[in-house]
């Protein structure tokens, strides 16, 4: 594994890093489990604290970082600095919310015999994030701002083509006065990961990347005994039903399939329109779809950016070959995007048959495929005819309606009249393919705490 820094735009290697040694790994772990012993009992107020710095930093640096998030994936500038404000707004959430979120509950028992019984949330220790490229920091941020507020201590393996976003967050946390130790970026390699999971300081870990990826990941967790969350692929449905204003509707769907590249798990992937109005779509969506303008991801007036690296550009070309080999039709759509860099031609997938394998794939980049659904039942059908089941939306004027239907579908989140997004405020997670837990609110907070039992019983309370 190499952890390197290649600009998308260019192709150029930038800055290269060697992995960790096991004893670097090793190091970590001990730093780790010594700073949780003194960490776990910090006040929510002095994490608090430490967190509201870190934010600031990130809002008062923020073309600095920023920049690091473009240069190493080809994020578009203008989106790098929204990451760089969501990851502050996702660090003040548990700022004001971590303590009263980790209150203990007293239960209401059926018998007074029982007890004065209570539910405390208590740290379990050190933990594993392994974070996906496209949002470098946004990923941290999701995991690390809850951990840390619950009282974990956090050891990072992020991907290897983000080296210097990974290091730079560790800064920032050492800057904002974290205690040393309490959390750690790793050049990690495979085997220093699945090492790291069977260590019986680590607690547990989080994932966010492929099916594969977790796949193995969990397995290891689950031969240690240690918990898990998965957040893998997704195929968002972007449902469309006779009654939606198309105007909006396709500007949204345009936006939902290609920002950040496309490269989002919860990208609007799989459109699916009801046949009265699938032919006006298409063409309305085609038309906005060639508005795009793709170039250096520094310009402002670009629109769309390259893919992280040239072998996912090279991968997504090949996915759409297949694709056709298997009935599809494919339209590449719009001006020619440049003939250097990790750029792929905005392409339309339509016919894509029940039994073409990829109507079950997840297109990672600035491919749609559409679908015509005779009527709103068979829209459902379809949206749930996948095995991801992360993210979707449902476009209509009567949004009472939209909701009903947001119930009929197989997802872990789903938005009416907007793709889905993601917020500071709001829980994120899947089912199915898509993995299991949550991440962000008291959901995530309270995914890697001991929920302790503590009940106090009156001595001479009958047997």
């Not at 300081?201 to 990826?213: F, I, M, Q, Y």
């Not at 992937?269 to 109005?277: A, C, H, L, Q, S």
Request: negative net charge; proline residues 5%.
């Amino acid at each position: 594994m190499t952890y390197a820094t290649t600009y998308p735009y260019t192709g150029e290697v930038l800055k290269s890093f060697p992995n960790a040694t096991d004893e670097e790994i090793a190091q970590a772990i001990d730093a780790a489990h010594n700073a949780f012993l003194a960490w776990r009992h910090t006040s929510y107020a002095a994490r608090g604290m430490i967190l509201q710095k870190a934010a600031g930093l990130l809002r008062q640096n923020a073309d600095e970082y920023a920049k690091l998030l473009t240069l190493e994936m080809g994020k578009l500038f203008a989106e790098a600095k929204a990451e760089v404000e969501l990851s502050a707004k996702i660090l003040e959430y548990y700022v004001h919310n971590a303590d009263r979120l980790l209150q203990p509950e007293k239960l209401s028992v059926a018998d007074p015999a029982e007890g004065e019984a209570v539910i405390v949330c208590e740290p379990l220790g050190v933990l594993l994030a392994i974070e996906p490229w496209n949002f470098p920091y946004y990923q941290i941020a999701r995991i690390i701002a809850p951990q840390l507020s619950a009282g974990n201590t956090m050891l990072l393996k992020h991907a290897s083509n983000v080296p210097q976003s990974a290091a730079a967050f560790e800064r920032l946390m050492r800057e904002a006065g974290l205690p040393a130790g309490a959390f750690l970026n790793l050049y990690a390699t495979r085997s220093q990961v699945e090492m790291i999971i069977a260590d019986p300081r680590v607690h547990g870990v989080a994932l966010t990347g492929s099916e594969d990826a977790g796949a193995v990941v969990a397995a290891q967790a689950g031969k240690a005994l240690k918990k898990s969350t998965m957040e893998l692929g997704g195929a968002d449905a972007f449902v469309v039903l006779a009654d939606a204003d198309l105007e909006k509707t396709v500007k949204w769907a345009v936006f939902g399939r290609h920002w950040n590249g496309g490269q989002v798990c919860v990208s609007s992937k799989r459109m699916i329109i009801v046949d009265d109005v699938y032919d006006e779509f298409l063409a309305r969506y085609r038309k906005g779809v060639a508005g795009l303008k793709a170039g250096d991801p520094f310009d402002a007036e670009t629109t769309l950016a390259p893919l992280s690296s040239q072998a996912a550009a090279d991968d997504i070309k090949d996915r759409i070959r297949q694709a056709v080999a298997h009935g599809a039709k494919a339209e590449e759509v719009g001006p020619p995007v440049p003939n250097h860099g990790a750029f792929v031609q905005p392409t339309i997938l339509t016919e894509v048959g029940e039994d073409n394998p990829a109507r079950y794939w997840e297109f990672f980049g600035p491919v749609s495929m559409l679908f015509r659904a005779k009527d709103e039942d068979d829209a459902v059908r379809i949206a749930n005819d996948s095995p991801f089941g992360l993210g979707g939306s449902v476009f209509t004027s009567d949004t009472k309606h939209g909701a009903e239907v947001a119930r009929r579908l197989s997802t872990g989140m789903v938005f009416v009249n907007h793709p889905t997004k993601v917020e500071a405020d709001l829980p994120f997670g899947g089912i199915g393919r898509s993995g299991y837990g949550r991440e962000l609110l008291g959901l995530g907070l309270k995914e890697f705490v001991n929920h302790k039992l503590i009940d106090v019983v009156d001595i001479d309370a009958r047997f």
